[in-house]
T-cell receptor, first 112, second 114 residues
Framework: KQEVTQIPAALSVPEGENLVLNCSFTDSAIYNLQWFRQDPGKGLTSLLLIQSSQREQTSGRLNASLDKSSGRSTLYIAASQPGDSATYLCAVRRGSARQLTFGSGTQLTVLP | TAGITQAPTSQILAAGRSMTLRCTQDMRHNAMYWYRQDLGLGLRLIHYSNTAGTTGKGEVPDGYSVSRANTDDFPLTLASAVPSQTSVYFC?????????????FGAGSRLTVL
């Protein structure tokens, strides 16, 4: 059974700092990996989707990498801002769309 | 703005009562999903539908039922609520069930069963 782990559970950084969020998964036979952002009391917003054949995806200040062989993905946030404060979740898809396993998330706080 | 609408936003329900959480999307997505989010457990799939007229069981389907009469609507019903069903429920959709597409989420429905 696929297990997805995100460490740390919570992270606090000063504004302007570059940071890396980690996601690890136990079964490397994945179809793709998706990073989401969740604001308090809100739904999930998709940030980046990396297919299994890709090594990274970029959107603005965000860069996500994928290393299937080691079962790891990282989300890099450049020049963090207080507006980046949220919980970031990764989700790994094994096959069809319903076979999606979520991590428990990393709660990020960017201090002004 | 195109997206997913969930209702109600929040509800307190007595144990043993029935409840239907509504989900409507206007993106003409074929696939829809219901998840529950619990602290420490992350998001878990309850039921899914690959296309109108079909449904399937997810990881935690017991105590829940769904229907998919048309493309846009995917209601989740609790026939006889129990306190362990206290959770935040999210409806999501994707263009198809292949897994290649981004998953879009609704804002969630917070349910408390007393």
């Amino acid at each position: 059974k696929q297990e997805v782990t995100q460490i740390p559970a919570a992270l606090s950084v000063p504004e302007g700092e570059n940071l890396v969020l980690n996601c690890s998964f136990t079964d490397s036979a994945i179809y793709n990996l998706q990073w989401f952002r969740q604001d308090p009391g809100k739904g999930l917003t998709s940030l980046l989707l990396i297919q299994s054949s890709q090594r990274e995806q970029t959107s603005g200040r965000l860069n996500a990498s994928l290393d299937k062989s080691s079962g790891r993905s990282t989300l890099y946030i450049a020049a963090s801002q207080p507006g980046d404060s949220a919980t970031y979740l990764c989700a790994v898809r094994r096959g069809s769309a319903r076979q999606l396993t979520f991590g428990s998330g990393t709660q990020l706080t960017v201090l002004p | 703005t195109a997206g997913i609408t969930q209702a109600p936003t929040s509800q307190i329900l007595a144990a043993g009562r029935s409840m239907t959480l509504r989900c409507t999307q206007d993106m003409r997505h074929n696939a829809m999903y219901w998840y529950r989010q619990d602290l420490g457990l992350g998001l878990r799939l309850i039921h899914y539908s690959n296309t109108a007229g079909t449904t399937g069981k997810g990881e935690v389907p017991d105590g829940y039922s769904v229907s998919r009469a048309n493309t846009d609507d995917f209601p989740l019903t609790l026939a006889s609520a129990v306190p362990s069903q206290t959770s935040v429920y999210f409806c999501a959709s994707s263009r198809d069930s292949s897994g290649a597409n981004v998953l879009t989420f609704g804002a969630g429905s917070r349910l408390t069963v007393l």
